[in-house]
Each structure stands twice: as structure tokens, then as C-alpha cells.
């Protein structure tokens, strides 16, 4: 264990989640009004019908996967009597399936950014450095699954990655356990871990407004005047450099 | 009975002359920014045309407003909350930019930097969209005045509805201006397809605005309005809607719109309705019923029992008051003139309008007739189907009964009032056959034809305890005011706090329009003030505008 594996396998994924969660308290404390889709689908529609449905449910199936593969333990599917085969077997169908279909949605949500002109004189650089980030992320991510388990000898990521990712949370963080991990995997995870520190500070924000609360308010929304007086209010009109 | 009160606006399409002022003074108080280039809160479109956004109203196509459904409960056209969340993605009927239009700037650069030639320079258009040159080609009033004739007129999604045979004849018969801003309707299907929750209706006035912070951009909205008046701002990812001018009315100030409309056709009231009828209300079965329906949800502002739950619902008493005294009651109850703009939509839309009269008026005179007689007039209005049906379709989902009964009012206030102008004797039987009295069509001339700025224009100021959230108001120096324009403080000009500019040009604003004379203050002795250029109507010599005369000098020493 060097000082390469602490920074790695220690700092860098502490530094994200600390970036992750402080970075979206402040934009919900202070730029509320930045917080948007920034949808460009008055410039273009057609393209996007296909391809921003493709992409969303694509990577709503992988964020499900890491979450099944990560979270749960190896010995818990095994207690229900699923053999390790059959997980495996599921898990890299799906995994592949989901992650054509987000590759594709991706393909066709940047080419559509980058071709067709309004949408891409409305790309910030921001927009651009995320794209990248998250590409690479994507393409790691699919690299190391269809390279190593699919085409490859596999690799169970269960003994040692989810392992290692769950002592995260314990505050006790098993480094060791990510010495054999295949260098793809490795780069997956690490740029993963900067994704999630820029997260907030980019339009991804907005995947965390999920507005769950529409299946249960009632269709129209009453509001009085704020019966308070204002404190420091930012204005409804969007004034702000 | 839930009473809840609702600012709400009557139009007078009869004297809409199409000259767009209350469209550019809109956009210049709210829509004057990048991200918005294309958005018209307020805008006028001739009847027949395709409207702004191009055909909205075929919701067929563009899906907006609320359906009935068999087991006559209401559901949005687009789509239930499911198939709302299933759609986020990539809302199926999101108008693109080109069925507004593609704004668009000039290169006026090119004007002074191109080289000295044999040409005149020209700035080229271009498209504030794509920043490349772009070649104009529909805007906001592409088809203004039946502009395009036949060929655009022939996509008028209300004039389909009207019968074939009408549409021969068609443009010959008639046209007409049509203002339109958010109908702040009491079942709003905007809020209601929000999935964020962002927008609201204001429980003080009903005025139906967007919570900028919490808005996502998700756009379920622009496809939920039947009237296409919410609208994406591209630039900062949310959704943007007139909002009746909320920091004016607060102050008992009217909407930008009305205050500069040349014509004086429009008027704003409070109405109080029962809020727990407007769902039943909004789910009649038959269509042609809601413009009934709707009437039935209103309540009277004089009857006792309403005053009560008015007042146990929190209604301040200058409300109930201003209530009793609208305007829109009097235009919409008691002389039943004004009718709601596509009711069959079911979202309750509290903009109404009264049908223009002059398409039969214009027939009549253009074919020699006399169209001030109330014999030639109703016969008109009975022989001349095509504008009453298309009337129809436009303010009574279609029944061309209430247009009828509107109409042969207007004639008879027309004809009333022309015998009371050449001196002589009123005829009764005329106001009685529209079904009136003759003291009532007076009272009605009064208010369409000759009502002062207070009686257009009846707003009750927001409550300082209850609108202390109010942006500038919060301030708490406002309400202070006096003495005028920048004379608070004890130590001369411009001493003490500072006036907001917004609500100082309001009360200067305010205080013009219900002045009697021009802006000249006669008064020698009156102390100097400070002269708020922006206010002053370009009439007389306010005092303190020039410093004052020296002395009279002798006319021969001038020259």
C-alpha cells in the first residue's frame, strides 16, 4: 500500500463525495435559479426524441446496476439462492444492454450537439468538459464490461471492488483489496469519482430534481404571498450576472 | 363555499384597431431580454389567421388543456401523470422555435463600416438562434390584416371547424384583432402538468406565476397551455409566463397592456368564485355549456351570504368592495356581453372578450345600408352566419345562441344611443328587443364607450401586511412616501432613503392618469420638486423643468 493507493483509493473518493454533497447544498442555497435542465428542445426535436430517452433510461438501468452490484453484498444473493453464475450471467446481459442502448443515446446526443447549430452555439464550455468527463467515464465503464467479463476470462468485481467501495462508507477503507483490480476498471472508477465531484457544478444537477412529489400533490398548486418579510430573495426575473 | 377572489380582464375587441402597442410595451417591460427573443406575453393576431404560435389552437395536434373523460372526471389531453413522467425525456409536443418564429437582429454594423460605393449598404438579417444570416419568413403577426390572404388563412385551425360553404365567402366578410395574454384561468392545466410544482396560482388574485427557482426546465408545461402562453426561455432553462403585471396591480396600478392600450378596451376587476364549484364546473359534459358553467361559479359581491364567507375566507373588505364595483362583474353578469376565449379548453380562463359588432357594421355601411339601424343590424347578425360562427367558435365552444344574444345588444346599444345623439326620443323597443331596458343600455354605453381610467380600471392595492414579500416594498420605504418623488428626507433633495425607481414611477404614473388636467402646475408659490422626465406626457411645463422666469421683459427688447 503506497502512497499512490491511499490518494487513489482513500482521498479521491472522500475529496468527491465531500465536493458531491457540499457542492449541491450550496446550489440549492444559493442558485436555485441556475438549477435547469437547460433543455434545447425548442432548437431541435426530432433527433432528441430518439436519442435523450435512449440515453436517460440507459444510464437509469446502469445507475441500478452499480447499485445492485456495489451495495449488495456477494453473500446476500447467494443467501437467496441465486448461484454466482446465474448472477453474473444476468448481470452482464443487462449491463451490456443497457449500456448499448446509453451508448447509442449518447452518440446521438452529442452528434446532435455538435451538428446541429443552435444546440451547439448553446453549449457552454462547461457542457463541453462534462461531456467529456462523462464519455469517458461511459466508454471505461462498457470498455472494461465487455473486455474483461463478456469477451475476457471475468472478473469479480463483487470480492474486491464492492468490497472495498462499501468500507468506504464504514469509514474504513480496505485499499488492499483494490491491488488486482484490472487497470480499465481502475481508470472507470477513479474518473467515476471525478464526475461526481463536478456533478454539481455542472446541468447534471439536475438529475436530482426527480420530481417524485408530481405522482402525489394535487394538480394545481395554491401559494399566498410570502406572509414574511423578504430577506434576501434573489429576484423571480433572474437579474444575476 | 370556498370564496377566493380573482383579478381578472375583460376586452372590448370592438375597438381593437390591430395597432400593437400594448405587444411592444409588453415586451419592452418583460420580454426585452436574450433567451426570450421570441416570446410576446401579450400579443394581437387577426381572426382568421394561424395565431402565434402557428395553429395552437388545434389541440388535436398540440394537445393542451383538459378533456372529459367517459367516466366525467377531467384529465389533461396530454396525458395522465404517468405518461407525463414516462415523456420527460423529451416532451412529445414541445412547439419548435419556427412555429413561434426564429427571432431575429440586423447587422447594423455593416451600415457604417462598409466601404463608400456605388450602393447603399443594407443590414442583413440575422438569426439571434443560429447567429447566421437568415431569411425572413413568419413572425409573431406574419398574417396581420389577412397579410398572405387565402393561402395562410386556409391553416386557420377555427376556420376548418366553420362550415365549407362559409369559407367562399370569407374573405370578403370579415376580420378582426384578437389580444391575447395568459387567461390566469382558476383550473390552470399549465401548473397542472408541471411535474415540478413550480407553478402556482397566487391565492390573494388567482394570478397564475412561475416559481423562477423552482422551475427545471422540464416544458410539460408549454404543451399543457391550450393558449401556448407559457414559454421557454432558452437561455436560462425556464419557463416564462405574463404575470398580469403583478408588481403594478399590487399597487393598484393595471397591466402594462391596459395602461397603454390606445383603444381603452380593456378592463380590469376583481371576481370572487367559488372555488370548490370549479372542478364540477369544469367537467360539464356538453361543451357549448361551460361558457354557463363557468358563469355559475362566479359569486355576487353584494349578496350578504357571500360577503360573509368572504369575509371568514380572509377577504380583505376594500376587496369585497372593489369586488362590488368591477368592471368584468358588470360585463360578464350583469350586461352578459363578455364571453370567455375557448371555453371548451376547460381550464376556466379568466380573460373574456366582447365579440367585435363592427364585421356586420362593416357589411351593412359597405353595402349601402344603413348600419346604425337596429332593423338592418339584427337582420344582419341573423343573415350574416359565417362571422357569428366563427365567433362562436372562438367564445362558446361552438353555440352560436350567446354570440346571437351579445351581438343584438351591441346593435341595440348602437342604435339606442345614435337617437339619443341626434336628439331625439329614446325607443324603448329597441332596447327591448336585445332584452334590455333603456336606462340599463346607458349604464352599458357608459361603460363601454365612455369609462373614466377608475371605473376601466378597478385594483385594489395589495395589503402592505400581506405584500411585504413584494421585492421593492420590502424595502419598507415605499409605503413612506410622500411629498413626492425624492423629497422625503429632512435635509432637502435626495436626503432620507431611497424611492425604489419602480414604485416612484408608478405613483407619478398613477397620479397623471387620474389627473383632471396636463402635467403644468399653475401654482407660483408651489415649493420646487424634482420633474421625473420619464412620466411627464410631453404636455405643458411642469414646475421644476425649467428654473424660473427672471421677470417679463419687454416684447421689442426679444427680437
Redesign the interface.
Known amino acids: 500500500m503506497n502512497t499512490w493507493d491511499i490518494l487513489l483509493w482513500v482521498v479521491v473518493p472522500y475529496v468527491s463525495i465531500a465536493v458531491l454533497v457540499l457542492g449541491t447544498i450550496y446550489r440549492r442555497r444559493y442558485d ?2 441556475g ?11 426530432d433527433i ?2 430518439w436519442g ?2 435512449m ?3 440507459g444510464i437509469l438501468l446502469v445507475l441500478i446496476g452499480h447499485v445492485g452490484g456495489l451495495l449488495v453484498p456477494k453473500s446476500w444473493t447467494q443467501a437467496v439462492g441465486i448461484s454466482d453464475h446465474a448472477y453474473h450471467v444476468v448481470a452482464v446481459g443487462m449491463g451490456s444492454a443497457a449500456g448499448f442502448l446509453l451508448l447509442v443515446g449518447m452518440a446521438i446526443l452529442i452528434l446532435r450537439r455538435r451538428l446541429v ?2 444546440v451547439f ?2 453549449t457552454t464550455r462547461n457542457d463541453k468538459a462534462m461531456y467529456l468527463i462523462l464519455a469517458v467515464v461511459i466508454l471505461l465503464g462498457l470498455w472494461t464490461t465487455v473486455r474483461v467479463n463478456a469477451v475476457g476470462p471475468g472478473y469479480d468485481y463483487r470480492e474486491t471492488v464492492s468490497v472495498w467501495f462499501r468500507s468506504l462508507f464504514r469509514l474504513d477503507p480496505q485499499v488492499e483489496l483494490m491491488a488486482g483490480v484490472p487497470l480499465g476498471l481502475q481508470l472507470h472508477i477513479v474518473t467515476a469519482f471525478v464526475l461526481i465531484a463536478v456533478w454539481p457544478f455542472t446541468r447534471l444537477i ?1 438529475a436530482f ?1 426527480m ?1 417524485i ?3 402525489t ?1 394535487p ?12 430577506r434576501t ?6 437579474d444575476r450576472p | 363555499m370556498r370564496v377566493m377572489a380573482q383579478m381578472a380582464m375583460v376586452m372590448n375587441l370592438d375597438k381593437c384597431i390591430g395597432c400593437h402597442t400594448c405587444s411592444v410595451t409588453c415586451k419592452q417591460a418583460w420580454t426585452n431580454r436574450p433567451g426570450v427573443e421570441y416570446v410576446w406575453f401579450n400579443n394581437v393576431e387577426t381572426r382568421p389567421g394561424q395565431g402565434y404560435p402557428r395553429t395552437y389552437q388545434d389541440q388535436r395536434e398540440w394537445q393542451g388543456g383538459w378533456v372529459r373523460t367517459r367516466t366525467g372526471r377531467l384529465k389533461l389531453r396530454s396525458g395522465g401523470r404517468i405518461k407525463r413522467m414516462l415523456s420527460i425525456f423529451a416532451n412529445p409536443k414541445l412547439p419548435k422555435i419556427q412555429d413561434y418564429y426564429e427571432p431575429w437582429t440586423y447587422e447594423y454594423e455593416h451600415l457604417l463600416t462598409a466601404p463608400a460605393g456605388e450602393h447603399t449598404p443594407v443590414a442583413q438579417p440575422t438569426s439571434l438562434i443560429t447567429g447566421e444570416p437568415t431569411k425572413i419568413s413568419w413572425s409573431a403577426n406574419w398574417d396581420d390584416s389577412l397579410a398572405g390572404g387565402n393561402e395562410l388563412i386556409a391553416s386557420d385551425p377555427i376556420l376548418a371547424r366553420v362550415s365549407g360553404q362559409v369559407k367562399q365567402e370569407f374573405e370578403t366578410a370579415f376580420m378582426f384583432f384578437l389580444p391575447r395574454i395568459c387567461e390566469h384561468c382558476l383550473n390552470p392545466s399549465c401548473a397542472a402538468a408541471c411535474p415540478s410544482g413550480a407553478i402556482y396560482k397566487r391565492a390573494e388574485d388567482g394570478i397564475v406565476l412561475v416559481d423562477q427557482d423552482n422551475c427545471r426546465g422540464w416544458r410539460m408545461c408549454i404543451t399543457g397551455c391550450p393558449y401556448k402562453k407559457i414559454y421557454f426561455n432558452h437561455r436560462t432553462g425556464k419557463a416564462e409566463k405574463c404575470t398580469f403585471c403583478f408588481p403594478r396591480v399590487e399597487i393598484g396600478m393595471p397591466t402594462v397592456c391596459s395602461e397603454t392600450c390606445v383603444g381603452r378596451l380593456r378592463y380590469i376587476g376583481l371576481m370572487l368564485y367559488d372555488a370548490d364549484a370549479v372542478g364540477r364546473a369544469a367537467a360539464v359534459k356538453d361543451e357549448t355549456d361551460l361558457y354557463e358553467a363557468q358563469r355559475s361559479v362566479f359569486l355576487d359581491p353584494r349578496d350578504p351570504e357571500v360577503i360573509r364567507a368572504a369575509q371568514a375566507a380572509g377577504i380583505p373588505d376594500d376587496w369585497i368592495e372593489a369586488a362590488q364595483r368591477s368592471p368584468v362583474w358588470d360585463l360578464i353578469m350583469k350586461y352578459e356581453v363578455a364571453l370567455p376565449l375557448h371555453p371548451e379548453y376547460r381550464t376556466m380562463p379568466m380573460v373574456w372578450y366582447i365579440p367585435p359588432l363592427s364585421p356586420v357594421v362593416d357589411v351593412l355601411r359597405d353595402t349601402g345600408h344603413d348600419g346604425e339601424d337596429v332593423d338592418n343590424l339584427f337582420g344582419a347578425i341573423d343573415a350574416l352566419r359565417i362571422p357569428v360562427e366563427y365567433l362562436a367558435e372562438l367564445f362558446t365552444a361552438g353555440d352560436p345562441a350567446p354570440v346571437h344574444a351579445v351581438l343584438r345588444k351591441l346593435a341595440a346599444m348602437r342604435s339606442y344611443q345614435r337617437r339619443i345623439n341626434l336628439g331625439e326620443t329614446p325607443d324603448e323597443s329597441i332596447a327591448t328587443a336585445a332584452g334590455m331596458t333603456g336606462p340599463q343600455i346607458e349604464d352599458m354605453y357608459r361603460l363601454l364607450a365612455i369609462a373614466k381610467y377608475e371605473d376601466r380600471y378597478v385594483i385594489p392595492a395589495a395589503h402592505a401586511e400581506t405584500a411585504a414579500g413584494l421585492e421593492e416594498l420590502a424595502t419598507g420605504c415605499s409605503l413612506d412616501y410622500e411629498g413626492g418623488p425624492g423629497m422625503g428626507g429632512p435635509f432637502g433633495e435626495a436626503s432620507g432613503r431611497i424611492a425604489p425607481v419602480a414604485v416612484e414611477s408608478f405613483h407619478v404614473l398613477a397620479e397623471r392618469q387620474r389627473a383632471d388636467q396636463h402635467a403644468e402646475v399653475t401654482d407660483p408659490d408651489a415649493p420646487p420638486r424634482r420633474v421625473n422626465l420619464l412620466n411627464w406626457d410631453g404636455r405643458g411645463r411642469p414646475a421644476g423643468l425649467f428654473p424660473p422666469r427672471q421677470e417679463e421683459q419687454p416684447p421689442g427688447e426679444q427680437r
Open positions: 436555485k435559479f438549477w435547469t435542465t437547460r433543455s434545447s428542445q425548442l432548437y431541435e426535436s432528441l426524441r435523450s430517452p440515453f436517460h433510461v447549430g443552435p452555439s448553446a439536475h430534481s420530481p412529489g408530481y405522482f400533490r394538480y394545481v398548486v395554491y401559494r399566498s404571498r410570502d406572509p414574511q418579510p423578504a430573495r434573489t429576484s423571480a426575473w433572474g
